[in-house]
T-cell receptor, first 119, second 115 residues
Framework: AQKVTQAQTEISVVEKEDVTLDCVYETRDTTYYLFWYKQPPSGELVFLIRRNSFDEQNEISGRYSWNFQKSTSSFNFTITASQVVDSAVYFCALITLINYGGSQGNLIFGKGTKLSVKP | DGGITQSPKYLFRKEGQNVTLSCEQNLNHDAMYWYRQDPGQGLRLIYYSQIVNDFQKGDIAEGYSVSREKKESFPLTVTSAQKNPTAFYLC??????????????FGPGTRLTVL
């Protein structure tokens, strides 16, 4: 089975705190891609990052960083020095290359984590 | 500006009526997708299209229909057979469905409410 689990339904922090959003995935495939999307209150999903299964290097982009660990099937997302504008729902998603019942090439989303950053 | 547009932003429908949601993209993408989002849930795939005049069912296609007569357009019809159509609908596109690593770009969404 293929599945993405975001165990944290809601997180609330105060501005300037660091916050980590967890993502755990399941797949039988050895080649896959992981994504993070941000959904602000306006509703549109904004692409943040894509990572393939062969690249376990952590990535940093400004205040955002991602920790990919195949050993634990996790792809966690950390926001450093959070800001009010970071308030949104964040989705982790998975794409695999093997056709499991027609799902090849289709994004499988977690249920999302709602982040609220208070001033 | 390149992007994806969806209209209308809000849509109200009476029970038993069919309704069509519009999705247009000017990114020259081959692949287009329709997702449904319910409160506290992730996105679930309704239909997708890899190329003009072709489309495939996703995980929750029952009660929905689509067409892909033009590359830039992928309208979704919510039929009266859909038992619980009230939801937020998101359209997306990507360069090529066969290149699985391509990110999908999303439109602003349509919120459908059945009265």
């Amino acid at each position: 089975a293929q599945k993405v689990t975001q165990a944290q339904t809601e997180i609330s922090v105060v501005e300037k705190e660091d916050v980590t959003l967890d993502c755990v995935y399941e797949t039988r495939d050895t080649t896959y891609y992981l994504f993070w999307y941000k959904q602000p209150p306006s509703g549109e999903l904004v692409f943040l990052i894509r990572r393939n299964s062969f690249d376990e290097q952590n990535e940093i982009s400004g205040r955002y960083s991602w920790n990919f660990q195949k050993s634990t099937s996790s792809f966690n997302f950390t926001i450093t020095a959070s800001q009010v504008v970071d308030s949104a729902v964040y989705f982790c998603a998975l794409i695999t290359l093997i056709n499991y019942g027609g799902s090849q090439g289709n994004l499988i989303f977690g249920k999302g984590t709602k982040l609220s950053v208070k001033p | 500006d390149g992007g994806i547009t969806q209209s209308p932003k809000y849509l109200f429908r009476k029970e038993g009526q069919n309704v069509t949601l519009s999705c247009e993209q000017n990114l020259n993408h081959d692949a287009m997708y329709w997702y449904r989002q319910d409160p506290g849930q992730g996105l679930r795939l309704i239909y997708y299209s890899q190329i003009v005049n072709d489309f495939q069912k996703g995980d929750i296609a029952e009660g929905y229909s689509v067409s892909r007569e033009k590359k830039e357009s992928f309208p979704l019809t919510v039929t009266s057979a859909q038992k619980n159509p009230t939801a937020f609908y998101l359209c997306a596109s990507s360069i090529d469905h066969r290149t699985n690593s391509n990110e999908q770009f999303f439109g602003p969404g349509t919120r459908l409410t059945v009265l």
